[in-house]
């Protein structure tokens, strides 16, 4: 875990009745993989939230981030963790820092690396503040589209939506490695279906998942904040 311990609850506003209602909450929105819920209960979304909308941290909503980014609804968060499959000790690539909630999930859930892409600097700068430094970590600035670096990854997760995957995250793919997700069509914004890519001895296989509303993910990097 990072040296800001992001999943130390005691110091939050947060009760402890609460985070069991924000778990019960999500179990009765169809999310059971126990270890998805225990990295969620033990990582206070509020940590990550804006401050405007910090009281709305436990419910089920995607809120606003700086730069035109999207703090994802937990329980697409929670669906696509579950599809991830992420075991201890595997190395993610994550795609889209955002407020940094998602990357010490991972973390929580027991990535030995991570390395996470984030477009705007204003945007991976705070995340990185949020999360603390530590060796299992890194934050980057870059163009999360285009090629990753410093693969083979045995998990990749994309917070948001494109309407194909793009070959240098697929070339980033460790055997049996799997890529995770949103695919969306041209002109259909922030709605797609959930996608789960998985490299096997006999190349790739995809399985469409539920549909989701995930903010398209943005070519190029982007000059300020």
Known sequence: MTNADPASPADE???????????LALRERGVRDRAVLRAMERVPRERFAPAAH???????????LPCGATMTAPTTVAAMLVALDLAPGQRVLEIGTGSG?????????????????????????AARERLGPGPALRVLRADGLAAPGEGPYDRILANGSVTGLPGPWVAALAPGG???????GAGQRG?????????GPDGLSETLG???????????RAAAA
Not at 54 to 64: M, N, Q, S, T
Not at 104 to 122: C, K, M
Not at 194 to 199: C, D, K, N, S
């Open 54 to 64: 910090r009281d709305l941290a436990r419910r089920d909503l995607a809120l606003p």
């Open 101 to 125: 909630y998602v990357t010490a999930l991972l973390l929580q859930l027991g990535a030995a690396a991570v390395t996470s892409l984030e477009l705007y600097a204003g945007l991976a700068a």
């Open 13 to 23: 506003p947060g009760s402890a009745v609460e985070n069991a209602a924000f778990v």
């Open 191 to 199: 709605i797609g279906r959930l996608i789960a890519v998985e490299r």
């Open 210 to 220: 539920a549909a989701l509303r995930l903010v398209p993910l943005q070519p190029g």
């Open 178 to 184: 799997r890529l995770v997700a949103g695919l969306s």
